[in-house]
């Protein structure tokens, strides 16, 4: 594990004051424990502002909520004796002045001694004038390693026995969760199943919502739309079936990347939102919303602080798909924005993120005009692939009345004229098609009769398809489509 190796490192280096960040207090002291004990000779002086020092008799309660005398301890003990000082939620107290001034007083005699101190908290706060001194080592949630290890254990002691595939599934969905989030989770499932299934992804995944629903920039969404329920794009569908399973542990034995994600083009009502959410569906991962208009904040470096967060929790939930809907009007391809370039710093760290990303986040950007995009974001390297979303063709048009038409009328769909639907509702998008046969079961449940051809027809007939009000944009997005730049979602050529 690449945190105690480098723990070990550090100790035997003789770093004075180590900053380790995370959630897992018990886990993390278990480990160092666990290796100190294994590879280093060192006592362990555990502290708390509640308890004080704990697990060593001759100190048991020293330095009850006074985290100053908590540093005294450090000098009173013999210079000879290694020892290890963990100092837990000591972050907090970093600010106050003499806290501070002791820390950088003993510095001397930490660098002189067998002697470390290690804080242990939730948040990285380091006043400036400690940033010299203090080393931040990071310790990460369970590797799947660590979480095959805790499902096969609790398999064992309850006699139950899955297949291979559920397992992997399993292990993936507890990826992002804390070692005591996945046994408290599992014993849920344990009591609401009397067994582990396949309903126990469901509730793995809503147990991610939770952590999701402590951060107001993103969204957990529920998702149920299938990729079948997406008429036309052949071209983007193949794409997606061949990355499904590129996920999986047999994808990285193979030596497969993790794709990195999907940018999609079109005017609206085309299906990329949809496509999203149906990708989420298919791939059986759970889907984050970005809420741009949040992530910019008024106080002066919210902002960039608010981006890092939505970070730090999409790489938490991993694998997981992060989907920003209309990137082009977050990021707009102009320098005059009068936010003392604010704008600029977020798309340059977002970009960064996209490019250097390790952690197996899919991302799913949307956008409706191409003037808007900066260059930086369109270029090959952010995204896998960029897909443009053209409006249907006659087949496509065809195929999304019969998909609608289904789920309306399940019963008699078969008797609509679905070719002359087709035929009547050229530059029409598929959530226009959508609408205009609801408008026609508008008209029909007023006249207290059923719902026919000819009143989808009327509706069409009077409905105006937004690619007629936007004719120019339409044009221009169809014209660098069709120029190579981008890869058609469709198999049918444009012709313009």
């Excluded at 003499?98 to 006043?127: H, V, Y």
């Excluded at 034995?253 to 009502?269: A, D, K, V």
């Excluded at 309306?408 to 609408?435: C, H, M, V, Y």
Aim: net charge neutral; charged share 25%; proline share 3%.
């Amino acid at each position: 594990m690449k945190f105690t190796s480098e723990l070990a490192l550090f100790l035997k280096a003789r770093y004075p004051i180590i900053y380790i960040t995370t959630v897992e207090e018990d886990r993390v002291e278990y480990i160092i424990r666990k290796n100190v004990k294994t590879n280093l000779n060192r006592s362990i002086y555990s502290w708390d502002f509640v308890d004080g020092y704990t697990n060593n008799p001759n100190n048991e309660g020293f330095a009850k909520r006074n985290p100053l005398q908590a540093l005294e301890l450090v000098e009173r003990l013999n210079s000879e004796t290694p020892a290890l000082f963990l100092l837990k939620d000591f972050n907090r107290f970093l600010t106050d002045l003499s806290i501070s001034r002791k820390l950088r007083n003993i510095s001397r005699i930490l660098k002189l001694q067998p002697k470390t101190i290690i804080i242990i908290g939730s948040e990285l706060t380091i006043p400036k004038e400690l940033q010299e001194l203090i080393t931040v080592l990071q310790f990460q949630l369970p590797l799947e390693e660590e979480i095959n290890q805790e499902l096969t254990r609790l398999l064992q002691s309850l006699n139950i026995q899955i297949e291979a595939e559920l397992f992997e599934n399993l292990t993936r969905a507890c990826q992002g969760l804390s070692l005591e989030r996945i046994r408290r989770v599992l014993s849920k499932i344990i009591a609401t199943y009397k067994t582990i299934d396949g309903n126990s992804i469901g509730i793995l995944l809503s147990e991610k919502k939770q952590i999701i629903s402590q951060t107001e920039i993103l969204e957990y969404c529920s998702v149920n739309e299938k990729i079948t329920n997406l008429g036309g794009l052949t071209n983007l569908k193949d794409w997606l079936n061949k990355r499904k399973t590129a996920f999986s542990i047999q994808a990285s034995n193979y030596g497969l990347p993790t794709p990195r994600g999907l940018l999609l083009i079109g005017i609206q009502g085309t299906g990329k939102s949809l496509t999203a959410k149906a990708i989420a569906n298919d791939w059986q991962l759970p889907l984050l919303k970005l809420d741009v208009g949040k992530l910019f904040g008024g106080i002066v470096g919210e902002s960039e602080s608010r981006l890092r967060q939505m970070i730090n929790v999409a790489e938490t939930i991993s694998p997981c798909i992060l989907w920003i809907d209309e990137i082009d009007k977050a990021f707009t391809n102009t320098d005059s924005k009068g936010d003392s370039g604010t704008s600029n710093r977020i798309l340059a760290t977002f970009i960064s993120w996209l490019s250097e990303k390790t952690k197996p986040v899919f991302v799913i950007s949307t956008a409706n005009n191409i003037d808007l995009l900066p260059l930086e974001i369109i270029r090959k390297g952010r995204f896998d692939e960029i897909f443009f979303l053209d409006l249907p063709k006659l087949d496509e048009r065809e195929e999304i009345f019969k998909i609608h038409l289904q789920e309306f009328r399940p019963n008699s769909w078969k008797s609509f004229d679905i070719t002359k639907l087709a035929q009547l509702s050229e530059s029409f998008s598929g959530a226009e098609i959508r609408q205009s046969i609801i408008e026609g079961m508008y008209q029909a449940f007023y006249e207290k009769r059923e719902v026919t051809t000819e009143d989808i027809c009327l509706a069409l007939k009077e409905f105006i398809p937004l690619a007629n009000l936007e004719s120019k944009q339409m044009t221009k997005l169809q014209n660098w489509a069709s120029s190579g730049q981008i890869r058609l979602a469709s198999s049918k050529p444009i012709y313009i």
